[in-house]
Nanobody, 119 residues
Framework: QVQLVESGGGLVQPGGSLRLSCAAS????????VGWYRQAPGKQRELVAN???????NYEDSVKGRFTISRDNTKNALYLQMNSLKPEDTAVYYC?????????????WGQGTQVTVSS
């Protein structure tokens, strides 16, 4: 069974920082694309950042220069360092693993962790 568990969310003031963590079991992170998505109330889930084949990273435009995605293959864990947080960053953040087998796409998700940026 694949299981992804996020942690590290919370309430912070604008300009503050948080570090999200994702612990995985039943799947080896380094073999697949991994990433963070977020979903705000009334909005669609969107990609925040991911790591693809070869270690290349991608970031949503609004978080470039503020967020950093990384992984620890030994611990089979994924991280998202979030700095200079804005109220617009408020959302539930989800850990994701994506793999393609025989041209079929599979997505695995964690339960999500709430991030609230407010005064």
């Amino acid at each position: 069974q694949v299981q992804l568990v996020e942690s590290g969310g919370g309430l912070v003031q604008p300009g503050g920082s948080l570090r999200l963590s994702c612990a995985a079991s039943g799947i080896i992170f380094r073999l697949y694309a991994v990433g963070w998505y977020r979903q705000a109330p009334g909005k669609q889930r969107e990609l925040v950042a991911n790591i693809v084949s070869g270690g290349s990273t991608n970031y949503e435009d609004s978080v470039k220069g503020r967020f950093t995605i990384s992984r620890d293959n030994t611990k089979n864990a994924l991280y998202l360092q979030m700095n200079s947080l804005k109220p617009e960053d408020t959302a539930v953040y989800y850990c994701n693993v994506r793999k393609i087998v025989s041209e079929t796409l599979y997505d695995y998700w964690g339960q999500g962790t709430q991030v609230t940026v407010s005064s």
